[in-house]
């Protein structure tokens, strides 16, 4: 899991291989992305919250 710059979101891998995004002022999850090929294990974003890398296991 990682957060955003700002502190506002996290993104988590789920063990669906999707990241889910949660708010983290109010515990909400606020979306998620498909399944990720490959996905797994270490997670990389931008300063402004783009995801940019999933690295499998």
Not at 26 to 52: C, Q, S, Y
């Amino acid at each position: 899991m990682t957060f955003r710059a700002d502190g506002d979101r996290l993104a988590a891998l789920g063990l669906d291989r999707r990241v889910e995004w949660w708010r983290v002022d109010d515990e909400h999850r606020a979306g998620r992305t498909r399944p990720l090929p490959g996905g797994g294990g270490l997670l990389g974003i931008t300063a402004n919250g783009t995801l940019v890398a999933v690295r499998g296991r």
